[in-house]
């Protein structure tokens, strides 16, 4: 290894050596020395006038989610949730599989969404019929739930929070 304080010592004494070395057109190797001094003046000026080279593009992968309503005859629905899949069709298979573990005989998927955030808001239509309605947002867990909520009071009453807000927003890794 090179002790780079002396390695400095000795480039800076060179120097004046350095830059006298070419000066005299009579000396038997100042061609020679010309070119050498001219090699090493293009190396620097590439060096330092190069442009920088382009930032390495980051790659993001997409995220999925799903929401799958679950039911047996004369009983009321339950739903499913799979969050953060890297592709629809796994998450898809998660919640129908959560689903069918409960021993549920109809598992359908309701809703599915990609690189974003999905809640549910659930509200009545009729006496007898309620129904969950879906908001998205690609960031923002509130604006999700705002959204669900404003899709419910548009055309039910007595809206409310159901479950949670998840999010599958993209990821720098594939899996």
């Not at 350095?18 to 001219?38: R, Y």
């Not at 969950?132 to 669900?148: D, E, I, L």
Request: aromatic share 8%.
């Amino acid at each position: 290894m090179i002790n780079k304080p002396s390695y400095l010592i000795a480039a800076l004494l060179m120097m004046p050596v350095l830059a006298s070395a070419c000066n005299n057109p009579q000396d038997p190797g100042f061609a020679a020395c010309m070119q050498n001094e001219a090699m090493h003046r293009d190396h620097a000026h590439r060096m330092h006038m190069s442009p920088s080279p382009a930032p390495a593009a980051v790659t993001y992968y997409s995220r999925y989610g799903v929401v799958v309503q679950g039911w047996r005859h004369n009983e009321p629905t339950t739903i499913f949730r799979a969050n953060d899949y890297p592709s629809m069709e796994m998450a898809e298979h998660a919640a129908i599989t959560r689903c069918r573990q409960q021993g549920l005989t109809t598992c359908n998927v309701l809703f599915n969404y990609q690189n974003g955030c999905f809640a549910l808001t659930k509200g009545t239509l009729s006496p007898t019929v309620q129904r969950v309605f879906p908001g998205v947002h690609k960031s923002s867990k509130w604006r999700a739930r705002n959204q669900s909520m404003q899709n419910c009071r548009a055309s039910a009453t007595n809206c409310e929070a159901y479950g949670t807000v998840d999010c599958a927003l993209p990821s720098r890794t594939p899996y």
